[in-house]
Nanobody, 115 residues
Framework: QVQLVESGGGWVQPGGSLRLSCVAS????????MGWYRQAPGKQRDLIAL???????SYIDSVRGRFTISRDNAKNTVYLQMNKLNSADTAVYYC?????????WGQGTQVTVSS
């Protein structure tokens, strides 16, 4: 059974930072492409950062330069370091794994940016 468990969400003031973690189990993590999605109220779920099995990363424009995705294959964990947060970053953040033609989701973690 594949499980993706996110942690690290919470409330932060504008300009602050948070680090999200996602621990994977039941999956060949090293062979998986890992991503972070987010979904704001009333909006669709969007991919914001991706790290391929080889370590290549990509970001959407609105987070590039502020967010950093990384992975630790020894710990089956993917991270999302989020800096210079603003209110537009408020959303539920989801961890995603893709391996061959299978995909898996975490349960989501809420990030709220407000003063």
């Amino acid at each position: 059974q594949v499980q993706l468990v996110e942690s690290g969400g919470g409330w932060v003031q504008p300009g602050g930072s948070l680090r999200l973690s996602c621990v994977a189990s039941g999956i060949n993590f090293e062979a998986s492409a890992m991503g972070w999605y987010r979904q704001a109220p009333g909006k669709q779920r969007d991919l914001i950062a991706l790290i391929a099995r080889g370590g290549t990363v990509s970001y959407i424009d609105s987070v590039r330069g502020r967010f950093t995705i990384s992975r630790d294959n020894a710990k089956n964990t993917v991270y999302l370091q989020m800096n210079k947060l603003n209110s537009a970053d408020t959303a539920v953040y989801y961890c995603h794994a893709a391996l061959n033609w299978e995909e898996y989701w975490g349960q989501g973690t809420q990030v709220t940016v407000s003063s």
